[in-house]
């Protein structure tokens, strides 16, 4: 069966309910239709959707009909049974990715969380500490059994499969269930206590509560969630992540626990790198809207056609990555800049590298990180062996991408005399209504 299989599901159902006809909101846009059955069916349902969830909710006996139908002819208990009955590779995708857990060092610690899971009855595993020891581990977890991760410390990692959503700590905050992929920037970026960073494409906060963690709470984490590229395909994408974002950001980074988050709405592309509020920022994550190649299991099918994925709209996504990187590693201080995406594209990852590289390369360097990381970027391009890539199939995680810019050293020891100068101008300013960024705890 082909990758249309879901998508044939999902017009069937749209085409017998006629909701294209019926409904003048969705403008006979079927990729749009498409997408809101797959939600409606397949999803958690829409939340605050304003005029879109009333236009499903109107015809949600029509849709169920339908689905009760389409199992009754193939003679299956689950809609998902048409796709993965035929269709054995996404199955064994999804399937072949553990579940990763970061643990929350905000309110507990790795121990404690260890020590509760094996007082619960698991059992965990070790291994040498090298990498072919590590995945072979992995290969080997069975129910009831977990394990900690080689790289990124306070990261465990259980059998695919896992359900942990119910779990106490998870429930508590303790836990947070985040791909390890995911990880890395937050881990590569590592700013000290006391640091003041910018998270630029914030939302959904997996992220920003790793800095956070990282550093503590003692610091300022400068968050915006309205850096989102909107593609004439990702009408449902504007409501998901522009509307909700806000909301899913504070209800994540409140169960967390994190303190040190400074919101900002604007826009990062039009924030003034030479805005005084911005003047201690030494460390931003750049991790930008992209096509999202990377996901297992992603449902491109749902919203992309052959003009959607066209070399086009790639370019375009290209673009403002390379711009919102350009305009992170022009804020004057800062001294560290992470990028990364969860693409497998050359278009959104090292083709970006190289065109931030042309422009900056004066000021910055990218540096090598994770040394012992065997999956780089690809040969080609120069600075490829600096990056990291991952894949489901070579580290059994989501698909992503990671370069870390460095600021070189003559311009670091430029940057250092200049905050020293700004530092002495502000202890002889006696002007008390000064509006200063807390940094430090």
Same mark, same amino acid.
């Given at each position: ?332 201080? !800062? =001294? $560290? +800049? @992470? ?7 050359? *278009?959104?990852? &090292? ?14 360097? !990218? =540096? $090598? +990180? @994770? ?7 690809? *040969?080609?391009? &120069? ?18 991408? @990671? ?39």
């Amino acid at each position: 069966m082909s990758d249309t299989k879901f998508s044939d599901i999902l017009q069937e159902i749209v085409d017998s309910t006629d909701i294209l006809n019926r409904e003048r909101l969705l403008k006979n846009d079927r990729y749009l239709a498409q997408t809101l059955v797959y939600d409606s069916v397949f999803g958690k349902g829409l939340f605050r959707a304003g005029k879109l969830k009333q236009t499903m909710t109107r015809h949600k006996a029509d849709i169920n009909t339908e689905c009760d139908r389409l199992k009754c002819n193939a003679g299956v208990q689950d809609l998902l049974d048409l796709v993965s009955s035929e269709n054995g590779h996404i199955d064994k995708e999804v399937d072949s990715i553990p579940r990763y857990v970061r643990v929350n060092t905000l309110k507990t610690t790795t121990e404690c969380v260890i020590q509760e899971f094996e007082s619960d009855g698991w059992e965990q595993l070790t291994y040498s500490q090298d990498y072919d020891s590590f995945i072979g581990c992995i290969g080997r977890l069975g129910d009831g059994q977990f394990m900690k991760d080689l790289h990124i410390p306070d990261l465990l990692v259980f059998p695919p499969g896992t359900d942990l959503h119910d779990n106490k700590f998870c429930e508590s905050g303790e836990i947070i269930l985040q791909d390890k992929a995911s990880c890395f920037p937050a881990f590569i970026l590592s700013p000290p206590e006391g640091a003041c960073v910018i998270d630029c494409c914030a939302a959904p906060g997996n992220k920003t509560s790793h800095l956070a963690s990282i550093m503590q709470n003692k610091g300022c984490v400068f968050i915006s969630v309205k850096n989102v590229y909107i593609l004439i395909r990702e009408k449902f994408l504007l409501l998901t992540k522009v509307k909700r974002g806000m909301k899913v950001l504070k209800e994540l980074i409140n169960k967390a626990g994190v303190t040190c988050v400074e919101t900002f709405r604007q826009n990062f592309c039009m924030a003034d790198p030479e805005d005084e509020c911005f003047s201690d920022v030494e460390y931003i994550l750049v991790d930008p809207s992209c096509s999202g190649s990377g996901i297992v299991g992603r449902m491109n099918h749902v919203t992309d056609d052959d003009s959607s994925s066209s070399k086009d709209r790639l370019q375009n996504l290209a673009a403002f990555q390379t711009s919102i990187l350009i305009h992170a590693l022009s804020f004057p201080n !800062v =001294k $560290k +800049v @992470v990028y990364s995406t969860c693409s497998v594209l050359e *278009e959104e990852n &090292e083709e970006v590298v190289e065109k931030v590289m042309s422009e900056m390369h004066e000021k910055f360097k !990218v =540096k $090598k +990180v @994770v040394p012992d990381w065997p999956d780089r970027g690809h *040969e080609c391009f &120069e600075h490829a062996s600096k990056c990291l890539r991952m894949s489901s199939e070579k580290a059994l995680t989501n698909g992503f991408f @990671v370069a870390c810019f460095k600021r070189r050293k003559e311009k670091l020891e430029s940057v250092e005399t200049n905050e020293k100068s700004g530092k002495r101008k502000c202890e002889n300013n006696d002007d008390k209504n000064t509006k200063e960024t807390k940094v430090d705890s």
